[in-house]
């Protein structure tokens, strides 16, 4: 195992941070916000980019850690935004078939 130099720590650390804080308030939109259909795109957002930001620093660290590239966080990088739309888009539908149920 490769010692992490100090500028990859820093970017590391910073990218993660910044992952957690924009996940973190997409959270805060799911508790603070009043009405179903707008506390379902806060999380959305913070989960898409808070995620993003959580990966790149898991590459970065891992490939210097381990000396070669990894490259399977790309899978969860093409996933999580591309999965994370489809399920806002079912919940919400599913929402509006319940209300159009009740009128």
Same mark, same amino acid.
């Given at each position: ?13 910073? &990218? ?14 799911? =508790?603070? &916000? ?21 990966? &790149? ?30 399920? &806002?888009?079912?919940? =919400?539908?599913?929402? =509006? ?7």
């Amino acid at each position: 195992m490769n010692a992490l130099p100090d500028w990859a720590a820093w970017l590391t650390a910073l &990218l993660l941070l910044l992952g957690a804080g924009i996940t973190f308030i997409g959270s805060l939109g799911l =508790v603070r &916000l009043r009405k179903f259909y707008d506390r379902v795109h806060a999380p959305t957002l913070g989960t898409t980019l808070g995620t993003l930001n959580i990966v &790149l620093a898991s590459m970065i660290y891992f490939s210097i850690t381990e000396a070669r590239p990894v490259l399977h966080e790309i899978l969860i990088a093409i996933f999580v935004p591309v999965t994370t739309p489809i399920t &806002l888009l079912l919940i =919400v539908r599913a929402a =509006v078939f319940r209300d159009q149920l009740g009128k």
